[in-house]
């Protein structure tokens, strides 16, 4: 619900604060007073094009504030999680600013944001109805949903986005495994002659630290024994090697130990403890020089190894690490031909029956459709008679559409089509219909879809244009109809249904020193009784005029 609208510097309004409720609004004025200008402001904060023309004459920035009460549960909050924007208190502001260049600036509850999510955000919580022809029930990609929603469709609607999503992904799984063996098939010589290579070369995991460190030993290996040699002279040699000096030492700590008692046990175990691990040592040393004595490969060998392994890690352009994962991935792809085919045929026939399973249920919705579209058709047609439209006709169009255009909307393309004389050809509502019979055309609908989207608050720009009498009675008893459970704003120069509103304000010109500004006034019941009797009589206000305002809003 919109609970209040703050402009600044628009037009020829400095300075304006309104609050609405709930139920029917209805604002009333002489032609030219600036009625206009409020539902441009309101549409310039829902993020309607920003024109620098907006902006009062002498001022440098204007502004438009809407400010709105939200439900939980409302769809709007999704928007605005989905954007990181938070929301206080259940309230969501949305403001525009304009400067002299005509640029403009948005913030929705203070936060910067773009236009575009302004609209975004108002289409879920207003629409004016008269201003924005291309928003709202004349925007034909909205007709598919109101009618699901009014024929109470929403769930089979849901399960053919669904049963749709399983087609598209069936169809990409085939496509894909198609183009995959495509790919094989057409590098299976390839793929044969390097899987032949990579098993003949047979690559193990780690192999090439093995290969590098076992080149590294083979071409230092007389370095090596002279070294691993003269470090075993150092540890055993004859009567002057490490081991030989720490037993002469054992020896001689033991021959005192008796004497010093226990004090020098310490020392005697260590040096215990140093010819153990020199001993280790040998025995590590000796082993190593085995083993380098009893290599059996060639340095030439091992080389050959290695190269052959880097060269072929060159031509796959990897490491040589990569090539046993290679091997696999290449022996997957040439065995993936073998079974190529088999797996198209099982996913085709995955395609198939989700395919079957999204036209069956398609089908269905659209014979659903068709029935709903029937009562919606009858439903509306009984609201024009009221409204002076009886020679009018209004159809809910249902196209079946090639297989080449289905979509997770099902089969049809739905659109509201009117004809406004006998015997013509309904049309798209903004093409056939005038101004004044649109407007009558949309109420009508509104009222039979009162019941989809009661969340959004509904603005009608001059409903009753060129009607007076019994019709604009109907129009005025259609709105408050429609404001029942909802909040419904109109602009409107019909005393029989400016009578009809819960809210009523006045829009007037008044000077302002060699400038005129327009003003607006909420009214109480006496002026509004003045106002409407102004509408029924003219500039000068009877008292046969006031009593008849005063039947007016008795009956209303």
Known sequence: MLVSLSIRNIVLIEKLDLSFDQGLGVLTGETGAGKSILLDSLGFALGARADARLLRPGAEQASVTATFDVAEGHPTWAVLEEQGLEAEDGLLILRRVLTRDGRSRAFVNDQPAAAALLRRLADSLIEIQGQFDQRGLMDPATHRGLLDAYGKLGRDAARIEDLWDRWRNAVRAREAAALRLAEAQRDEAFLRHAVEELEALDP???????????????????????????????????????????????????????????????????????????????????????????????????????????????????????????????????????????????????????????????????????????????????????????????????????????????????????????????????????????????????????????????????????VGGATAHAVGERLAKLAGDRQVLVVTHSPQVAARGAQHWQVHKEPVGERVATRVHHLDSGDRREEIARMLSGAEITDEARAAADRLIGTA
């Open 204 to 466: 193990q995991p780690g192999e090439e630290s093995r290969l590098a460190e076992k080149r590294n030993r083979l071409m230092h290996r007389e370095k090596l024994v002279e070294g691993i040699n003269a470090a075993l002279e150092e540890l055993g040699g004859e009567d002057r090697g490490a081991t030989a000096s720490l037993a002469r030492s054992r020896r001689a700590l033991e021959r005192i130990a008796a004497t010093a008692g226990e004090a020098l046990t310490p020392a005697i175990e260590a040096v215990e403890r140093a010819i153990l691990e020199c001993e280790e040592a040998e025995a590590q040393l000796n082993a190593f020089a085995s083993d380098l004595e009893s290599e059996a490969d060639s340095l030439e060998t091992v080389e050959d190894r290695y190269f052959a392994l880097q060269d072929m890690a060159r031509k796959h352009h990897c490491g040589i690490e990569a090539l046993t994962g290679l091997r696999d991935e290449l022996a997957g792809r040439l065995a993936a031909i073998d079974g190529g085919e088999a797996e198209l045929t099982t996913l085709a026939q995955e395609a198939a029956e989700a395919r079957r399973a999204f036209l069956t249920a398609g089908e269905a919705l659209s014979k659903a459709r068709a029935k709903a579209s029937k009562r919606l058709d009858k439903a509306v047609a009984a609201e024009l008679p009221p409204l002076k439209l009886e020679r009018a006709l209004f159809e809910t169009a249902i196209e079946r559409l090639e297989e080449a255009d289905w979509s997770a909307q099902g089969l049809d393309r739905i659109a509201f089509q009117v004809a406004t004389n006998p015997g013509s050809r309904p049309g798209p509502l903004g093409k056939i219909a005038s101004g004044g019979e649109l407007a009558r055309f949309l109420l009508a609908i509104k009222v039979v879809l009162a019941s989809v989207n009661p969340e959004r608050c509904l603005v009608f720009d001059e409903v009753d244009s060129g």
